[in-house]
């Protein structure tokens, strides 16, 4: 089951094709290659591994059909990057616990100059990424989301999404601090509801592109 909605000029889908893909991991690479360095370069501009073959991407796209923004999708049982590449994150005294309708988000980046733009009052593409990750949530029964982010980018959310820290902020590629969190997707309705009904009803809100029976408008 592949998500595809539409948010203003912007087009949000599952990455299903080779030239999807790739576009997916150049726009990778000029993030976790050129600018955070948390990965070494690639001669082919692609930053790609392994958790891409069992993984679901989801790809915006704006008016151009050009590739923004990306995020990427692991449902459990399947291996985290959090449980090998990630773990130096983790506090040694609490041990990284997956459980079912659980996945781990990975990857999610915009492309540098789109990142100021608005889409919605003060919304960003950054918001509209998670927006979709909630909405894939809905279609696969996730409910609970692991996910390793950077710090400055953390505290800019947290008044969004209940994140939960898990340890301290480490520093890992070129002097990047970054955390594990997890966001439990009931916990982010109960307080949205209660203290941004807005944004509650604009992250629920998905206009269809495809035939109703395809996407969940329920929360959970």
């Not at 520093?171 to 509801?193: H, L, Q, Y």
């Not at 809100?205 to 408008?217: D, K, M």
Request: charged share 25%.
């Amino acid at each position: 089951m592949e998500l595809i909605f539409q948010e203003g000029d912007y087009l949000i889908k599952t990455l299903s094709t080779h030239e999807e893909m790739e576009e997916a991991f150049r726009l990778r690479h000029e993030v976790f290659v050129d600018e955070l360095k948390w990965v070494p370069a690639s001669p082919d501009g692609m930053e790609k591994d392994r958790y891409d073959a069992f993984a679901d991407s989801l790809g915006v796209f704006d008016a151009d059909n050009r590739l923004v923004g990306h995020v990427r999708l692991i449902p459990a049982p399947l291996p985290f990057m959090v449980e090998k590449e990630f773990a130096c994150l983790l506090p040694k005294d609490k041990p990284f616990i997956k459980v079912s309708k659980m996945a781990e988000c990975t990857r999610i980046c915009v492309k540098k100059n789109y990142r100021a733009i608005t889409i919605d009052s003060s919304l960003t593409l950054g918001h509209l990424l998670y927006k979709a990750v909630y909405q894939w949530g809905l279609m696969q029964d996730v409910k609970l989301l692991a996910a390793v982010v950077e710090r400055g980018y953390y505290h800019y959310l947290k008044s969004f999404f209940p994140f939960e820290l898990l340890g301290n902020f480490s520093t890992i590629g070129d002097g990047v601090k970054a955390g594990v969190i997890t966001v439990n997707w009931r916990s982010f309705e109960v307080a949205a509801r209660e203290k941004r009904p807005e944004f509650l009803q604009w992250m629920t809100n998905l206009p269809a592109l495809v035939p109703a029976q395809w996407l969940r408008h329920a929360l959970y």
